[in-house]
């Protein structure tokens, strides 16, 4: 069986909220379609669409944007590069004047109202996050595509595997926790060495780092515009953000107008523990109330978990000595081997697993980025993402109105703290006297996905969504 080949950039991607499944990857599935129909000379061919939504995709669509994302797509934005101050707009537009224009270059009659239907009650049996575009031609041919949201803005079109679609020769190639640490014991390599080494496979040195410094510039813009931003969250569950207000408390009020001189003010506050915890708090917080406002994010894994891995950057970047671009690459690189071997071993989409495949996975990631750059051993590092996993077990995913906010947002700050308190107890053990391997955690997390009711995986079936009822107005 072909091994997975699963690069950094696929586990950290460039995006807009708020959800990399129920947002980033229908965005995605649109473009593919859009591409396999100009691959065909069929786009301008097509005189009718139909989008219809599945499973999870359905039951939190609305509050995920999924139509919003899907239509997005279709109209062919990119969410890398798409303005996002200007997506409400543009759906009006398509809303009022009943038009799409596919890819930019052929307009159609499309009412979203009708043109993209929630199955609520309807799932397909590969996995909950499905989506089909149906299409007639001029010719009156009609065609139909079947694309699966698999978690983390992975898309797999129908009687696909992510084996075959991505398939490319890795010198060391890596499905577990423990081909990992046997890669590493051969070769003598850290476990970023290592990764960095696959990579090569797919582009050199230069172009890696330089990839990966961009996504971290991403970061530390979200960072920034979150922690500066006031007012309301969308969707009309009427969440008040919190960042930009803690972090001018923090900062006494003092205002500073670039990234920089933001991050020196807040070292200059010393290290005091209680000052450490609500910058962290802050950090994760500021995220993810981009990510719910639609603005643009990297997910990591996920978008739902997008503010633990920056939130434990900045841990590392202002409280920890040491600090250089090598460092940020070092636990970029760790931290994304252990999201791939997490998203093969097991799951790292809520609605196949629950919010331990966000926010448990994310955490698990982040404490090993960080043990390795805080000079851990290979095994140590391994030992503090099982130590972050082993403590979000059994998570549920029971987002209110089915919005990336409650307690999705908080739960940022609580997989950032996990992560570092994971870390520090790893740099502080010997792995020999370790009772539980992250292999072990990894299947344990499957199989507790399996277990779990499927009310609590992404569907506001269950748990909060549930015990607090509210009635949101019509996205």
Known sequence: ????????????????????????????????????????QQLLSVVSLQVLLYGSLAKTGKGHG?????????????????????????????????????????AIDFDPATGVEFLYTESLPYHPNALTFMITLQNGEQLAATYYSVGGGFVQQENETLATANAVQLPFPIDTADDLL??????????????????????????????????????????????????????????????????????????????????????????????????????????????????RVVTAPTNGAAGVIPAVLHYLVVFCDGYNDDK????????????????????????????????????AMAAAGLTEVMGGSQRQTMMASEIAMEHHLGLTCDPIGGLVQIPCIERNTMGAIKAITASQLALQSTPDFAKVSLDTVIKTMWDTAIDMSHKYKETAEGGLAVHIPLSLPEC
Request: with cysteine; hydrophobic share 40%.
């Open 1 to 40: 069986m072909p091994h997975e080949s699963i690069s950094v950039f696929d586990i950290f991607k460039i995006g807009v909220g708020p959800s990399s499944s129920h947002t980033l990857g229908p965005w995605r599935a649109a473009q593919l379609f859009l591409q396999s129909l100009e691959q065909k």
């Open 66 to 106: 999924t139509d919003i994302a899907v239509l997005l797509g279709l109209s062919g934005e990119d969410p890398v590069t798409c303005d996002v101050e200007a997506i409400d707009e543009k759906v009006r537009h398509i809303r009022t004047t009943k038009k799409l224009l596919l890819h930019g270059k052929h």
């Open 182 to 295: 046997h890669w590493c014991r051969k070769t003598g390599l850290s476990i970023s060495e290592v990764v960095m080494e696959n990579e090569n496979s797919w582009r050199n040195d230069e172009e890696t780092r330089k990839g990966i410094l961009k996504i971290w510039q991403v970061m530390k813009e979200c960072m920034y515009r979150g922690c500066h931003s006031q007012g309301i969250l969308p969707g009309g569950l009427q969440v008040k953000r919190r960042a930009a207000d803690l972090n001018k408390k923090l900062l006494k009020d003092r205002t500073y107008t670039d990234y920089d001189s933001w991050i020196q003010a807040i070292r200059a506050g010393g290290n005091d523990f209680k000052y450490i915890l609500d910058w962290v708090s802050c950090f994760a917080l500021s995220i993810n109330e981009e990510n719910a406002s639609f603005g």
């Open 328 to 363: 940020i690459i070092q636990f970029m690189l760790t931290a994304s081997e252990i999201g791939s071997i997490f998203k093969k071993g097991a799951t790292i989409s809520a609605a196949m697993g629950g919010c331990q495949a966000e926010i448990g996975v994310s955490s």
